[in-house]
């Protein structure tokens, strides 16, 4: 078994690629397991002929990814699936609520944004575990850049989705790579900080503090003389709950089919118990909160009404009608500014980081392009039903994947779930304390702020630290500079290794130099400079043996770096020979047609040579001299 299926959740199959086989674990039938492969293709009926390549087999599962697994689904998957889609349900409706306050939204467009990235997952999703709504980064980011507008925030969906689902098309996933880690790691750092802080000011029920993270800072402690003794203490209460229950969880022994049924009995009822903790503490809060209205007397601060039911589907508003006259879509644009940029590339890293982090742990791999496709037809689609940006949750996948799901089909129940709730639990919303939701959202977000980064980056490579704290720091002033400071920083970096390669130098009778990390043109100044000092200026000028064993690629400006290094040593009476050329390398040199290049295919042959030692002859750069093997792969 893999070490996921040893968690407190219920027994399951081996770990195993794609998606999971549980008829043929049953069984221990090898040949069984090839059979009930999900991954494996379809068959073409009898009596039709194979699809054209354009609409090949392959082709329609790369993009409809269910037609892969659909077909051998089993009852034990729709078991496993049945069950975690009930815990991710009894888990996304109460974070879903909290989420809507912090992105400065009424509760339902939490629900809103909630259920169809289940239902759009379940046929272009390529990882058995992710699950697709609001999160608590995703809201801070909507909070900056809407208004706490709701039409702002909607339009702010349909456009992201449209600019996800465009990078998915044109393969545009690539992009994410150059935010690196340690920008990612500031970022969470800091929105879990914003996010916490900004919850508690209804952990305590206070009111009129503004959103502004240092104004926020200022008012709570200014106003904390205000503190409502209710909605302290219950949130004080629900948060051990939820720190309890976790707990519970996480030290909750594994089942084994030897336990008794008792024992067996009681394990799955403490396993619900806990991993529907979120829904468990707010609906005991609400049950309390009924208590006190009941006696005509409410301590609380309450959600109030929600409205009940779906909201009609319609197209995104792109315009909005206010006392002061109408507000075009070209306005909305502007004034959402940046937030066209951050959010949906922050929605796309964090579903793409989510996915590949537990395709990673159970052993199977996840498309980055086919997730792109997903997540940005979920934000265009969820627009339609008054949705918010959404992204993947990752501490509603640990749920999920914990919970034993075996095929994206686990997220229909817990869309359905959500859809069920709009339409029969709107009533006991308005029961909910806000101290409780704030309860929520301050456990979910204490374990983005990664406590142990600074002393992992210190021992690893100080520098990392640069964009780490600048994206740290400047995401307290505004979250898009944050991000892109940190991200410059982090290019700068990159560049200045890629522009001052590390040159490893031997000393001796042949000066040899040995880029370590190839040949760029930033980098061909650097080298002319080292060449020169070391070389050309010492008295006698010395021979150099360049070992370009791993230069993988070079340009025309390098290329005329190495045309000026070679009239150099021309002049002074010395020799630069080339060593162990790749084949791209030797291709531009071919093409450029540079004269007096010397080139040896191994160090001693160059030595030999350059000290003057019989027997040695170095190949010039024409095709003719090339050696055989790298001739073929020229003209391969």
Known sequence: MSDRRHSSGPPTPPARSGFCRPAAAATGDPELWRRSDMSSPLKHPKGFAPMSCCWSTETMQKRLPFLAWLPNYTWYALKMDFIAGISVGLTVIPQALAYAEVA?????????????GCFVYFFLGTSRDVTLGPTAIMSLLVSFYTFREPAYAVLLAFLSGCIQLGMGFLRLGFLLDFISCPVIKGFTSAAAIT???????NLLGLQHIPRQFFLQVYQTFHNIGETRVGDAVLGLVCMVLLLVLKLMRDHVPPVHPEMPPGVRLSHGLVWTATTARNALVVSFAALVAYS????????????????EGLPDPSIPPFSVATTNGTISFTQMVQGMGAGLAVVPLMGLLESIAVAKSFASQNNYRVDANQELLAIGLTNILGSLFSSYPVTGSFGRTAVNAQS????????????ALVLLSLDYLTSLFYYIPKSALAAVIIMAVAPLFDTKILGTLWRVKRLDLLPLCVTFLLCFWEVQYGILAGTLVSVVILLHSVARPKIQVSEGPVLILQPSSGLHFPAIETLREMVLSRALETSPPRSVALDCTHIFIIDYTVVLGLGELLEDFHKRGATLALIGLQVPVLRVLLSADLKGVLYFSTLEEAEKYLKQEPGTQPYNISEDSVPEHKVALLKA
């Open 292 to 307: 006190f209205e009941v006696t005509g007397y409410q301590p609380f601060v309450l959600t109030g009404k929600t409205p």
């Open 404 to 415: 034993g799901v075996c095929t994206p089909a686990g997220g229909l129940m817990t869309g």
């Open 104 to 116: 400065g939204l009424p509760p339902q467009y939490g629900l809103y944004s909630a259920f169809m």
């Open 195 to 201: 996010i916490g802080f900004g919850q508690i000011k």
